[in-house]
C-alpha cells in the first residue's frame, strides 16, 4: 500500500534512451577501434592513403590522420572523441595524428578484456595514468637536445626532423628537396608565431622539384590593363605604396545627376573627373614608390599614366596577400593618397614579374623585416598538390616545434619499444592488480612498430621480437633501435636521422591516455530526443514510433497506473 502511494520520480523526458553498464563501455571501446581501424594503415612510411569523397562530389586523397578523421563525419559520440585528439594534435604540434588516434584505440582494446572481465574501470584508469606519467617521464630523459649548435648544423638536424615527417606522405620521394626548403622558410620568418606569415602558392603543372621558396612574398599577377605591358617589370631596392583605393576613372553620370543651364560648363565638370584621378596618381608618383599595388582596382588610365613613369602597378591583389606584403616590406597599407610620407612605403632587395608555369607571379624578395616566406608549390593533380600542401604544412609546424624545444627522439617505433620496455620493467616491481594494467598499457604501445611493419608488408611479429631483444639489453644500447623500413630488419633509427621532436611523442601519449581514460569513464550514455531531432535523425524514428504506436501507448500506461 505505502508503495504504491509514493509519488514516481520521473527524471527524463518521454522517449529518452539509456544504455548503461559493463555493455555500454564494451560498445564505446569496439566503437573507438573501429575507428583507429580506419587510419591504421595509413601510419609511417609506407602506410596507404585514404580516398574520401563526400556527397558535394569533392575528393580528398590524404595519409594525414586529422584530416581523415575531419572528413570521415563520424557519429557516434564516444568515437568522436578520437577525431578531437586528432584535430587536437594537429593544432598543437601538427604531426603524429595517426600515432594518437592510433594509440588511444589500442589502450582501450587493452582494456576490454579487463573490463569485461568484470574490473572496475577507476583501477584502469589509475593505473593508465601513472603508466602514462612515467611514460612521460622518460622520453623527456630520452629526448636528445638540439640546442646549442651552429645555424648550419641546427638546419641540417631540423632538415631530419621535417623528412621524417615526409617520408610518410605523397612527396615523400622528394623528401629532402622539401624538408630543407621547409626549414629555411621557418627560419626565415624567425619566433613569429603567425602562421600565415609562411605563404603556400599552388601552381599546377611542372613537377615537385620545380617548386621554390621565396624568401619573401609572391602572388599571380593580378588582371592588368593595356599599357600594362610598358611598364617595367623587375626593380632593385624599389620603394612599394600599398593602398586601398581606387585608381580609376569613374564615370559620374552613372552616379549622379547634374543639371546645366550653360551647355560650356559641361567641360569643367569633365575635366573635374580627370582632374580628381590625375590628382591622385601625381601624388603616388610624387611619393617616390616604384611599386603600387591597391587592393581595390587599378584601370586603364592609370595602368598607362604608371607606365609612362616607368612604374609597375597591380590592382586587386587579394587582401591576404597585400597584408603579407605589408608585414614582409614594412610598408603600410594607405587609405588615401594624400600625405604620402616616407615611413608608409615598403621596400625589398629586388621585386620581379617571373613566369611560373603558365602563370605569372610577383614577387618580392630579400625583404628587409624577413618575416615571410612564400612557397610556391607545383605538382600534378589538383588533389595532389593539395595534399603537398597540407604534408607541408605538417613539416612547418615540427620543424617549428623542433626549434622552440629542440629535443628529438628516435622514431621509427624506437622510443615507443623504449617506453615499452621501461614500463614492464616497472610494472614487476608493483604488487597488485596495477601490475597486469600497466604492462597492457606498455603492450598497447608496441602497435607504433607493429604497424609500421604490417603496413610494409614485414613480418611484426620478427621484428618486434628481434626489437624487443634489443631494446632489453642491460647496458641499454639498444633504446634507440627502431623498424628498418627499407630492408624489413631493425636498425638504429638515431643514427639514420628518424628523429621525431619530442613534444609530439609526449603530446600523443598524453592525448591518447586522455582520451582512453575519458572513455572508459564513461558508463551511461543518454540520448534524449531533442538531441536527437537536432541530428536530423528524428523524422525517421518519430515516423517508426508512430506506425508502431509505441511512443503513445507507452505514455498511455504510464497515465494508468497513476
Ligand atoms: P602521423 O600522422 O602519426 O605523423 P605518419 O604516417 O606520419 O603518422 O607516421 C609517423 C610514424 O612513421 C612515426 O612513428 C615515425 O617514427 C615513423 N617513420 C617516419 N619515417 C620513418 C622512417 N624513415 N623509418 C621508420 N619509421 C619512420
Ligand atoms: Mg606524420
Redesign the pocket.
Known amino acids: 500500500m505505502a508503495a504504491m502511494l509514493q509519488p514516481q520520480i520521473i527524471l527524463l523526458k518521454e522517449g529518452t534512451d539509456t544504455s548503461q553498464g559493463k555493455a555500454q563501455l564494451v560498445s564505446n571501446i569496439n566503437a573507438c577501434t573501429a575507428v583507429a581501424d580506419v587510419v591504421r594503415t ?4 609506407r ?1 596507404m592513403d585514404k580516398l574520401i569523397h563526400d556527397d558535394k562530389g569533392n575528393v580528398t586523397i590524404s ?3 586529422a584530416t581523415i578523421m575531419k572528413l570521415l563525419d563520424i557519429v557516434h559520440p564516444a568515437a568522436k572523441i578520437l577525431v578531437d585528439i586528432a584535430k587536437s594534435q594537429d593544432s598543437e604540434v601538427g ?6 588516434v592510433l594509440l588511444a584505440g589500442e589502450f582501450l582494446k587493452e582494456a576490454k578484456p579487463f573490463v569485461e572481465d568484470g574490473v572496475h574501470p577507476q583501477n584502469l584508469i589509475r593505473s593508465y595514468r601513472t603508466a602514462c606519467y612515467l611514460a612521460i617521464e622518460k622520453v623527456k630523459e630520452l629526448a636528445v637536445s638540439i640546442e646549442g649548435k651552429s645555424l648550419e648544423e641546427k638546419k641540417s638536424l631540423l632538415a631530419k626532423c621535417a623528412a ?2 615526409l ?3 605523397l612527396i615523400g620521394g622528394e623528401k629532402e628537396f622539401f624538408a630543407s626548403m621547409v626549414v629555411d622558410a621557418v627560419i626565415a620568418i624567425g619566433n613569429d608565431d603567425r602562421l600565415n606569415l609562411i605563404g603556400v602558392k599552388k601552381v599546377p603543372g611542372g613537377t615537385m622539384r620545380d617548386s621554390f621558396l621565396v624568401n619573401g612574398v609572391a602572388f599571380k599577377k593580378t588582371f592588368s590593363y593595356a599599357g600594362f605591358e610598358q611598364q617595367p617589370k623587375k626593380f632593385l631596392n624599389p620603394k612599394i605604396l600599398l593602398l586601398n583605393i581606387e585608381l580609376e576613372l569613374k564615370s559620374e553620370k552613372e552616379n549622379a545627376e547634374i543639371r546645366l543651364s550653360d551647355p560650356s560648363q559641361y567641360q569643367s565638370i569633365v575635366d573635374a573627373e580627370w582632374n580628381i584621378i590625375y590628382d591622385k596618381l601625381d601624388k603616388c608618383v610624387k611619393s617616390g614608390a616604384k611599386v603600387v599595388l591597391s587592393r581595390l582596382a587599378i584601370g586603364d588610365l592609370a595602368t598607362q599614366y604608371f607606365a609612362d613613369r616607368d612604374i609597375f602597378c597591380a590592382g586587386r591583389v587579394a587582401e591576404e596577400d597585400l597584408q603579407r606584403v605589408a608585414a614582409a616590406t614594412g610598408g603600410t597599407i594607405q587609405t588615401s593618397v594624400n600625405n604620402i610620407i616616407d615611413e608608409v612605403l615598403g621596400t625589398c632587395e629586388v621585386f620581379e614579374e617571373r613566369q611560373v608555369g603558365n602563370e605569372r607571379f610577383n614577387i618580392f624578395s630579400g625583404c628587409p623585416s624577413g618575416r615571410t616566406a612564400t612557397i610556391v608549390l607545383r605538382g600534378g593533380a589538383d588533389q595532389f598538390i593539395e595534399e603537398a600542401e597540407r604534408s607541408l604544412h ?1 613539416a612547418i609546424m615540427i620543424v617549428r616545434r623542433a626549434l622552440k624545444n629542440s629535443t628529438v627522439v628516435a ?3 624506437a622510443i ?1 619499444m623504449e617506453i615499452s620496455r621501461y614500463l614492464r620493467q616497472h610494472a614487476r616491481t608493483i604488487a597488485g592488480k596495477s601490475q597486469l594494467f600497466i604492462n597492457s598499457y606498455a603492450k598497447a604501445l608496441e602497435v ?1 612498430p607493429r604497424q ?1 611493419c604490417d603496413n610494409a608488408g614485414f613480418d611484426a611479429t620478427d621484428v618486434l621480437n628481434k626489437l624487443r631483444q634489443k631494446h632489453a639489453l642491460p647496458s641499454g644500447e639498444g633504446a634507440p633501435y ?4 627499407n630492408t624489413g630488419g631493425i636498425e638504429d ?1 638515431f643514427a639514420n636521422f ?1 628523429w ?1 621532436p619530442s613534444v ?1 611523442k609526449i603530446n ?1 601519449i598524453n592525448a591518447a591516455t586522455e582520451a582512453a581514460c575519458l572513455i572508459l569513464s564513461v558508463d551511461e550514455t543518454v540520448k534524449n530526443p531533442k538531441s536527437e531531432s537536432a541530428q536530423g535523425e528524428a523524422a525517421a524514428s518519430a515516423m517508426a514510433g508512430r506506425g508502431h504506436g509505441g511512443g503513445f501507448r507507452g505514455r498511455g500506461r504510464g497515465m494508468r497506473r497513476r
Open positions: 595509413t601510419l609511417g612510411p602506410g595519409n594525414d590522420g604531426d603524429g595524428t595517426t600515432t594518437v621524417t615527417t617520408s610518410s606522405k605538417d622514431g621509427g617505433g615507443d607504433i609500421l627502431g623498424v628498418d623500413i633509427s628518424v621525431e609530439v600523443a
